[in-house]
């Protein structure tokens, strides 16, 4: 199978660098490399077309958000699997003959998702909500979304579906493209033997954008997926816990606008309402604690 690897990168030319290294080093000889270069000014397009000259460079001529970014470099792809990668991410040995070994074998398996571990703690940093994150990794297993620094997907399949929501910008993309490949009839899967190592900043680039964008999106997420009750339920907490973070990082104000601007948005998502039951689930205080990290301060 071919594999296209895509990548968006907004000046962080070293560590684009070496996440170009080590895709090359998978030894995979089908690949085609995808960068879309957001506008840098630190030398990032100059390095990939020096360094790099077999890379497809795209150079808007002005900034893109994140989807937008992405969704220029997937349609750009040729390959049968799409790998998308964060420009701060190193792969692990054979991640991608591993990745292309699950999703050739099984007709309905969509997407891979990764397991993916701080490059310089080598802690996990997600627990998919199902495992705590302690077990997480140790288990295989079908799952419901994907981390979207290091994951693959069939091209078909995005043709298919659609790709990333351009009205999210940033975060929870992820999570509504895999719930409409589930909706579409696909599985997604979890292998913790395919590794991926992601250089996580110490602070978030752009204060409060976590913030904001997690909690106005993981709203209309909800409401566009969840089973009822469920939705109630998992607003109502995405509220409060948002709530205590604005409070936390005193960006009350920002935490306003989002959810403001959440609710002028739910009639869209309300309209298009699928509630998936594989979306069901149940909350620990031991989740919830998880939930909160991955959401506000990963």
Partial sequence: MRVSVVIVSWNRKNDLRDTLRSVLSQNYLSLEIVVVD???????PEMVKQDFPGVNLIQP?????ACQSYNTAMKRSTGDIVVILDNDVVLGED???QVVAELETDSQLGAMASRVVNFYT?????GFGRFTKNEYFMKEF???TFIGCAAAIKNEILRQIGYYSEEFEIYVNEADLAARLLRAGYR??????????HKVSPSQRGKGRKLFYSTRNFIWYYWEFYPFPQVLVASAVR????LLEAVRTGL?????RAVREAIAGLPRHISRRTPLKILKRTYSWKQLKEDYLVAYRS
């Fill in 95 to 97: 991640w991608i003959r």
């Fill in 142 to 144: 079908y799952c419901t």
């Fill in 188 to 197: 997604i899967k979890y292998n913790p033997a395919i590794v991926a190592y």
């Fill in 252 to 256: 009350v104000r920002l935490y306003v």
């Fill in 122 to 126: 080598k802690e996990e940093i997600w």
């Fill in 239 to 242: 509220i409060a816990v948002g």
């Fill in 38 to 44: 957001n506008c840098s000014t630190d030398g990032s």
């Fill in 61 to 65: 001529e002005r900034q893109l958000s």
